[in-house]
């Protein structure tokens, strides 16, 4: 088998996770012990996702590297925001119509854009999650905001929702489709042909908002190795 993957980064974690950088390249983080044929396994289960995701960063123009300053764009619920770096502001950033970052504050940007994105998204998404479980009658449990950057959602057996900050810089529409997707997985925990059904009853365009985050979704993010 070609091995596809360009570094393999082992730490103490769990799970094994691939990333595709934005220059294409092909990172896999795996647990410490993990005998390296189920690595390669796993890496061979995911190949079609990995070749899909690789040609659609390689053909897209290249997402920009951020220095924080006047004019760059944000993504926000699909919306590219202008940040504003200004010098009489006491708080270190704020959203009002465009972001506004004090100028004193320039070297922590990346961490408070992460903060400042994680709390919108612990707000928007609670939001969506109660409104969408109550008018389709699912209980879940708690809702968990992670920093995942290729799931950007997931449901445990415990019945825990757990979704990326990153969501909110899709639009709300899509925000509601990942919502969607894991109230659905309550009941039915695979992608079976069922759990597609339903989630088409409850949203008949889930498509649009499906295929949206497979073109887009690797462009959301910060400064693209956050
Ligand atoms: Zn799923």
Redesign the pocket.
């Known amino acids: 088998m070609p091995n596809v993957a360009d570094q393999i980064i082992r730490s103490r974690r769990k799970t094994i996770a691939i990333l595709i950088r934005q220059d294409g390249k092909v990172i896999v983080r795996a647990p410490l012990l993990l005998p390296q044929r189920l690595i390669n396994a796993f890496i061979e289960s995911k190949i079609a996702w990995i070749n899909d995701k690789k040609s659609l960063i390689l053909k897209s123009p290249p997402v920009p590297t951020r220095q924080f300053v006047s004019g760059e764009k944000f993504w926000l619920f699909g919306e590219l925001i202008p940040l504003r770096v200004v010098d009489d502001q006491k708080t270190a950033l704020i959203f009002k119509e465009e972001f506004h970052l004090s100028s004193k504050s320039q070297g922590q940007a990346s961490i408070l854009f992460q903060n400042w994105y994680r709390a919108k998204a612990r707000t928007v998404i609670t939001q969506r999650v109660e409104l969408l479980a109550n008018r389709y009658g699912f209980k879940y449990g708690r809702i968990r905001i992670s920093s995942a950057r290729n799931r950007w959602g997931s449901c445990s057996s415990l019945g825990t929702l757990s979704f990326t900050w990153r969501l909110v810089m899709a639009p709300l529409e899509v925000i509601d489709y990942v919502v969607i ?2 109230l659905v ?1 309550l009941k039915i925990k695979n ?1 079976s042909a069922a759990f597609w059904l339903e989630v088409g009853r409850l949203m008949p365009d889930y498509r649009l908002h499906k295929e949206w985050l497979r073109r887009n979704g690797h462009s959301l993010t910060l400064t693209g190795n956050e």
């Open positions: 997707h894991e997985h992608h």
